[in-house]
């Protein structure tokens, strides 16, 4: 008996491991814990119901799906999916805009924080050992 | 909930200046009528959502010490005044993060490719969570005006997806309208 490869596999592979139960089936969504902690951040309970969760899961799934397939869409016509395509999408909600190019632009300024200390820690090794080497 | 110290009175463009009068209680109409703590939540998020704020700010402190933006001053100073429970529902919102294999798998799934560029996974985390808060804010909205309280319910859920729908927030379930490729 092989389970089907599918990306809901491990839903299903879940489910079936687990004695039978009449009423509750454990099937922990995709981002079951995230969504908890995220749920409670935004307003939520700090214990929110499970059907809230899962119910959060499936909108969360549906929007992802539908904002990847939009962006394929658009960026169909360049031929390779792009972070410029999903900017272009929410370019009407100036929040999410403004909150994506920021993080954006941070995760640009820590990789070349890092960079640099990297770069950093080249040299001083380097001046060390020519030091040392006398 | 606490009456006394709540810092989040004024609306969040108001300027620097009315951040001294915390003992006027109620000056905001919509947000003065729900708990303090989920006005922290609403007031709070817009505030985030306009100002530059990330974990890592204190690196970024670090890299230009003499540059503090005067938003960045408020939110902290308005964060140095937060009730037991207000500071951990912000640990939360701040902490909570997808993870990163479970969105890079899941976006490739739907590309039908194997992997997927890192900015990519990155910048669909950053718009569902801020997607995910949209809704559930809307949910309290709604809560509020059924006047219903504790835990969230599914069917507030449903109603503050559909309204999100219509505000053109979230996307409706478009056929696909790839015919000829």
Redesign the interface.
């Known amino acids: 008996m092989s389970n089907s490869a599918a990306?809901t596999s491990s839903k299903t592979r879940a489910a079936s491991s687990q004695p039978s139960e009449p009423s509750s089936k454990r099937r922990r969504g995709?981002?079951h814990r995230?969504?908890q902690?995220?749920?409670?951040?935004?307003?939520?309970?700090?214990?929110?119901?499970p059907?809230?969760v899962a119910?959060?899961d499936d909108?969360?799934?549906?929007?992802?799906?539908?904002?990847?397939?939009?962006a394929?869409?658009i960026g169909?016509q360049r031929g390779k999916?792009?972070?410029e395509d999903?900017?272009y999408l929410?370019r009407?909600?100036a929040?999410?805009l403004?909150?994506?190019t920021?993080?954006?632009s941070?995760?640009e300024?820590?990789k070349q924080?890092r960079k640099l200390f990297e770069h950093d820690d080249e040299n001083l090794r380097k001046t060390f050992e020519d030091d040392a080497d006398g | 909930m606490k009456q006394s110290k709540d810092p989040f009175e004024s609306p969040p463009e108001s300027p620097i200046q009315t951040d001294s009068d915390t003992e006027d209680p109620s000056s905001n109409s919509l947000i003065s009528q729900l708990s303090n703590?989920?006005t922290t939540?609403?007031t709070k998020?817009?505030k985030?959502?306009?100002e530059?704020e990330?974990d890592?700010m204190d690196?970024?402190f670090a890299?230009f010490p003499a540059d503090v933006p005067p938003k960045i001053a408020k939110m902290h100073s308005i964060v140095s005044q937060f009730t037991d429970q207000q500071m951990?529902?912000?640990?939360?919102?701040?902490?909570?993060?997808?993870?990163k294999a479970?969105m890079t798998?899941?976006?490739a799934?739907?590309?039908g490719t194997n992997t997927?560029?890192e900015?990519?996974s990155?910048?669909?985390s950053?718009?569902?969570?801020?997607?995910?808060?949209e809704?559930?804010?809307t949910a309290?909205i709604i809560m509020e005006e059924r006047r219903e309280s504790?835990?969230?319910?599914?069917s507030?859920?449903?109603e503050a997806?559909g309204r999100l729908k219509l505000e053109?927030?979230?996307?409706?379930?478009?056929v696909?309208?790839?015919l000829f490729?």
Request: hydrophobic share 40%.
């Open positions: 990306g995709v981002f995230e969504l902690h995220m749920m409670y951040g935004f307003g939520d309970d700090p214990n929110p119901l059907e809230s119910l959060m909108i969360v799934v549906e929007y992802i799906t539908e904002l990847v397939h939009k394929q869409d169909s999916l792009s972070v999903f900017l929410i009407k909600d929040p999410k403004n909150r994506c920021e993080l954006l941070m995760n300024e820590l924080a | 703590t989920r939540i609403i998020n817009n985030d959502e306009q530059e990330k890592d690196i970024y890299m951990r529902r912000y640990e939360s919102f701040r902490r909570a993060k997808f993870t479970q798998r899941l976006v799934s739907i590309n997927v560029p900015l990519i990155l910048a669909v950053v718009i569902t969570k801020m997607f995910v808060g809704v559930v804010e309290r504790g835990p969230i319910r599914p507030h859920l449903r997806h053109g927030k979230a996307f409706k379930r478009t696909p309208r790839r490729r």
